[in-house]
């Protein structure tokens, strides 16, 4: 079993590509290598397998790095299935994982949400896209000031405050300020549900 997040970037086309191809690419390559893992094809698309037990946490790492640049967003459909083929890359690969993903990414533009789940457990995907959905309200409006602190909170989950504060040259209380507006707590919470449920026999 594994996961496939297939996704494009929103607004691209009033961007340059050098302004969020480099910051995408850097982000994806985190999790594995091209193309195997991961690949941008179509100009703005891209799709990564990951292991499912991180698939959520990557989902939100990428939506924060993008946000980081001002009036970028990312639309994402996460599958969570089998692996039948490999191919020479991940595009070329195919199972339940990619199947579903492609059909749950291709149904956001009509339902107007930037991240859905498909999994092969129908309930499971109720309560989680409803989750999802509610978690959406504030991570779509995230600034890249609370997309930055997202980032370094996934990147380092057992950082300090201080720790933060120096790296980015501000207050220890600018950091707590900037992960209450970014809200933090809930990420982690849903990050958390997420993982008791997928990890469930």
């Known amino acids: 079993m594994i ?36 690949e941008v094809y179509r100009g703005d698309e891209f799709q990564i397998k990951v292991p499912i037990a991180k ?27 089998k692996e039948s083929f490999i191919g020479a890359s991940v595009s070329e690969s195919n199972g339940t994982a990619y199947q579903l993903s492609g059909r749950i990414f291709e149904k956001l533009k009509d339902q107007k949400l930037s991240l859905a789940i498909a ?4 309930e499971n995907d109720v309560v989680l896209n409803l989750i999802i959905k509610l978690a959406l309200d ?31 040259g501000v207050q220890q209380s600018a950091i707590s300020q900037r992960q209450k507006r970014a809200r933090l707590d809930l990420v982690q919470q849903v990050l958390a549900y997420y993982s008791s449920l997928i990890n469930k026999k």
């Open 3 to 38: 996961a496939v997040i297939t996704g494009d970037i929103i607004n691209s086309e009033h961007y340059k590509v050098t302004e969020w191809l480099s910051v995408l690419k850097l982000q994806l390559s985190k999790y594995g290598n091209t193309p195997e893992h991961w």
């Open 55 to 81: 698939a959520l946490e990557v989902a939100i790492g990428i939506k924060a790095c993008i946000k980081k640049v001002k009036g970028l967003d990312v639309r994402m459909g996460v599958g969570l299935g």
């Open 119 to 122: 999994t092969e457990n129908v």
């Open 138 to 168: 504030f991570m779509d409006d995230w600034s890249p000031v609370s997309a930055e602190i997202i980032t370094i909170a996934l990147e380092s989950p057992h950082a300090q405050q201080q720790e933060i504060a120096d790296k980015l």
